[in-house]
């Protein structure tokens, strides 16, 4: 079992910047990796950043790119979103997932419930 518990969220000004966080809690997180995604309502939702946890390879959605970095600290079992040059656009409710990919047949994904983000003009 993975707990994902998010934290950072809040009101921002449009041009400003955010750091979200995501502790999971588990025994061990091999074979996942810890994505960011985001809802806003009336609109499915959206990739933002990922990074596995064995390596710390990165990857982006496109509209973020640039703007936003995702890392992990593997000593708090956290990951983090620095969200810099904030836009109107970046509004909507966080979530973090912890994707299996690795060998294990059984391997599930979790999903934490979420922190809201609100950039304002």
């Known amino acids: 079992q993975v707990q994902l518990v998010e934290s950072g969220g809040g009101l921002m000004q449009a041009g400003g910047s955010l750091r979200l966080s995501c502790v999971a809690s588990?025994?061990?997180?091999?074979?996942?990796?810890l994505a960011w995604f985001r809802q806003t309502p009336g609109k499915e939702r959206e990739f933002v950043a990922a990074v596995t946890w064995a390596g710390g390879t990165t990857y982006y959605g496109d509209s973020v790119k640039g703007r936003f970095t995702v890392s992990r600290d593997k000593s708090k079992n956290t990951i983090y979103l620095q969200m810099n040059n904030l836009k109107l656009e970046d509004t909507a409710v966080y979530y973090c997932?912890?994707?299996?990919?690795?060998?294990?047949?059984?391997?599930?994904?979790?999903w934490g419930k979420g922190t809201l983000v609100t950039v304002s003009s």
């Open positions: 588990a025994r061990t997180l091999s074979g996942y990796t």
């Open positions: 997932k912890a994707e299996y990919h690795g060998l294990r047949p059984d391997g599930m994904d979790y």
